[in-house]
C-alpha cells in the first residue's frame, strides 16, 4: 500500500510555523476525502493501491485534460482514439497528454514506499488508540518518524517533521481544556484509520468530529491526516456514542 502523501493540504503553502487552536478552514477547496474501506467492493479487497490517497494526491497536481486522459486510459482501459473521442481532440493531443501525466506521477512515485505488512499497521493502529485516548503525548510522539508529517483538512494548517508534530500535541493534547476521546478503528483508502469522537469537559457523551488516517513505515506513523468530520459523511457513522 502506497503511504499517505499529501505533501501540502493547501498547494503551494509551506508548513505551520505554530499550533493554533482554531486554524483558518479552507471550505471552497476540492479536499480529498477518506474512502471507508467497508464499501469497497470485493473484487476491490486485493488491489489497495487503487484507493491509496497517494495516488489520488498525485492525480489533483494533473491539469484538468492530462487527468482525464490519463483516466480514462489507465482506469477505464480506454484506447487513444476512444479517448480522443470522449475530450473531442485528436490522437496526438492525448498521447502528449498522456505522456506528461505519466511523467509528473512518475516524479511523485519515487517518494511512495513499499507496503507495510498489515499486521503491522494494524499494531501501530492500536497503540496510536490507546495513546490518545489516555493523552498520552510521549507516547504519540514516540510513534512517529522523524520524517513524519501532520495535516488537519479542511484547515489550513500542516506540520512537518517530528519535533513540529511533537509541539502540536504538547502544545494541545488530547485531554486539552478537560477534552477526552473514544477512538473507533475503521479503514480509510486501504489504510489504518480511527474515528475520533471528542467529549468535552461538560458534555456527557463523545461527538463524532473525524477520522484519523495513517499512513506507516517501518513500524512507525510517516503520515496522520486528520480529516474534519464534514469530509467523512462517506463512513456513515453516528454522531454521538456514549461509552
Known amino acids: 500500500?502506497?503511504?499517505?502523501?499529501?505533501?501540502?493540504?493547501?498547494?503551494?503553502s509551506t508548513?505551520?510555523?505554530?499550533?493554533?487552536?482554531?486554524?483558518?478552514?479552507?471550505?471552497?477547496?476540492?479536499?480529498?476525502?477518506?474512502?471507508?474501506?467497508?464499501?469497497?467492493?470485493?473484487?476491490?479487497?486485493g488491489a489497495r493501491e487503487s484507493v491509496a490517497l497517494a495516488f489520488l494526491a498525485a492525480l489533483q497536481l494533473l491539469p484538468p485534460r492530462q487527468r482525464a486522459a490519463l483516466l480514462l486510459a489507465e482506469v477505464l482501459d480506454g484506447s487513444a482514439a476512444e479517448v480522443?473521442?470522449?475530450?473531442?481532440?485528436?490522437?496526438?493531443?492525448?498521447?502528449?497528454?498522456?505522456?506528461?501525466?505519466?511523467?509528473?506521477?512518475?516524479?511523485?512515485a519515487a517518494a511512495w514506499q513499499a507496503p507495510a505488512p498489515v499486521a503491522d499497521e494494524q499494531d501501530v493502529l492500536r497503540r496510536f488508540v490507546a495513546?490518545?485516548?489516555?493523552?498520552?503525548?510521549?507516547?504519540?510522539?514516540?510513534?512517529l518518524r522523524d520524517d513524519a508529517r501532520w495535516s488537519?483538512?479542511?484547515?489550513?494548517?500542516?506540520?512537518?517533521?517530528?519535533?513540529?508534530?511533537?509541539?502540536?500535541?504538547?502544545?494541545y493534547p488530547p485531554t486539552w481544556e478537560g477534552r477526552s476521546f473514544r477512538c473507533v478503528p475503521v479503514g480509510a483508502n486501504r489504510q489504518p484509520a480511527a474515528a475520533m469522537y471528542l467529549r468535552a469537559a461538560d458534555d456527557d457523551?463523545?461527538?463524532?468530529?473525524?477520522?484519523?488516517?495513517?499512513?506507516?513505515?517501518?513500524?512507525?506513523?510517516?503520515?496522520?491526516v486528520a480529516f474534519g468530520a464534514s469530509l467523512c459523511a462517506g463512513f456513515r457513522l453516528p454522531a454521538t456514542i456514549d461509552r
Open 1 to 12: 500500500m502506497l503511504p499517505l502523501d499529501v505533501v501540502a493540504p493547501v498547494t503551494g
Open 15 to 45: 508548513p505551520a510555523s505554530e499550533a493554533r487552536a482554531a486554524p483558518e478552514l479552507a471550505l471552497d477547496l476540492p479536499w480529498l476525502q477518506p474512502y471507508p474501506d467497508a464499501r469497497l467492493p470485493d473484487a476491490q479487497l
Open 84 to 108: 480522443a473521442a470522449a475530450l473531442d481532440t485528436t490522437v496526438a493531443s492525448v498521447n502528449s497528454a498522456l505522456q506528461r501525466a505519466r511523467a509528473t506521477l512518475r516524479e511523485r
Open 131 to 143: 495513546a490518545w485516548e489516555q493523552g498520552d503525548v510521549d507516547g504519540l510522539v514516540a510513534l
Open 152 to 171: 488537519m483538512p479542511p484547515a489550513r494548517l500542516w506540520f512537518e517533521g517530528r519535533a513540529a508534530i511533537e509541539q502540536l500535541l504538547r502544545r
Open 205 to 224: 457523551v463523545w461527538r463524532f468530529v473525524g477520522v484519523h488516517a495513517l499512513g506507516v513505515r517501518d513500524g512507525r506513523l510517516s503520515e496522520i
